[in-house]
């Protein structure tokens, strides 16, 4: 049996992240590796770097545009739901303005490939002449038919929490020479930490893809039984980041659900602007982990009909 109303200080936790605390030591006792640049290099060539995190990749590929604060950079998602992540827009904000429209004062077009799933119309995109920032934060693993995702834009960016277990850490990959002036505040020590953990991961990469793609289909069949359904299609080349379901009316309140599974220790969050959650989804759960994400879900319904 599962335990779904312990004392608030003896809830499990389940990131969106794989990151999980017993990674602390695992992370710290890696030896020293540069496996990361001969994969980063074969991935991107060599144009790419470390950063803090995704939001400061983002900093740096709008510092190449030096923009002021009436310029305006245009936001378009895979979903094209209004729904855009604040570490998106408070990034622009502090550079300009941004809507989610081209229109004729558009100066930058940043796409996000949306829970690892990419964006359709990129080559529609580039016949527009206008610079492209790819937000590949949740597609690290992902391709469109053309595998170009990343190669689009002149700058692509990356997250590493979202499929690594690891804190810290973003890239910025630049399909443009003038960056000579823009350098990340990492440190030496976080960006060896950084390599080490990377090196490790991607050493395993397959066993990592075919772990998460069985939690994803684990999960979704125990889901699609309650009336869930998938938000995107499933595709060959996609590594979703989340499992992310359309609602289909079932749950009356997503919002207090997901008070509610956060209570139970469960991150996740709703779609915003469509009836539709997403819930955490990657390689460092076991199926029993995701059988007690789903009884929580289950349970929530139960008590709420």
Not at 52 to 67: F, M, T
Not at 164 to 193: A, C, H, P, W
Not at 291 to 296: G, N, P
């Amino acid at each position: 049996m599962f335990i779904l109303n312990p004392d608030p200080f003896l809830v499990p936790s389940f990131r969106i992240s794989p990151f999980k605390t017993n990674f602390i030591e695992y992370n710290n006792n890696l030896q020293e590796s540069n496996y990361d640049k001969e994969y980063f290099d074969d991935k991107f060539g060599n144009n790419w770097q470390y950063t803090l995190n995704g939001r400061e990749a983002i900093k740096l590929a709008l510092s190449h545009y030096k923009l002021d604060k009436t310029d305006l950079v245009t936001v378009l998602t895979t979903s094209n739901n209004f729904y855009i992540s604040s570490c998106v827009t408070k990034e622009i904000e502090q550079v300009c303005k941004w809507n989610r429209e081209i229109t004729e004062e558009t100066k930058v077009i940043f796409v996000n490939h949306e829970f690892g799933y990419p964006f359709e119309e990129m080559e529609e995109l580039k016949k527009l002449n206008l610079p492209i920032i790819e937000d590949c934060c949740t597609t690290f693993f992902s391709q469109d038919k053309n595998d170009k995702v990343g190669k689009y834009g002149e700058f692509s960016i990356y997250s590493f929490p979202k499929f690594f277990s690891i804190q810290i850490g973003g890239l910025i990959v630049k399909n443009v020479n003038d960056l000579d002036s823009r350098s990340s505040m990492i440190t030496s020590q976080e960006e060896r930490y950084i390599k080490n953990v990377l090196s490790d991961s991607l050493q395993n990469e397959e066993k990592l893809l075919l772990k998460r793609k069985e939690n994803f289909e684990f999960a979704f069949s125990l889901l699609s039984e309650l009336g869930f359904t998938l938000r995107f299609e499933s595709k060959e080349k996609v590594v979703p980041s989340v499992l992310l379901l359309n609602n289909n009316n079932i749950i009356k309140d997503l919002g207090l659900a997901k008070e509610y599974l956060f209570r139970c220790g469960i991150q996740c969050s709703v779609f915003y602007g469509e009836d539709a959650f997403f819930i955490p989804n990657h390689q460092n759960l076991s199926q029993m982990e995701m059988i007690y994400i789903c009884e929580c879900i289950k349970n929530y319904i139960k008590i709420n009909s």
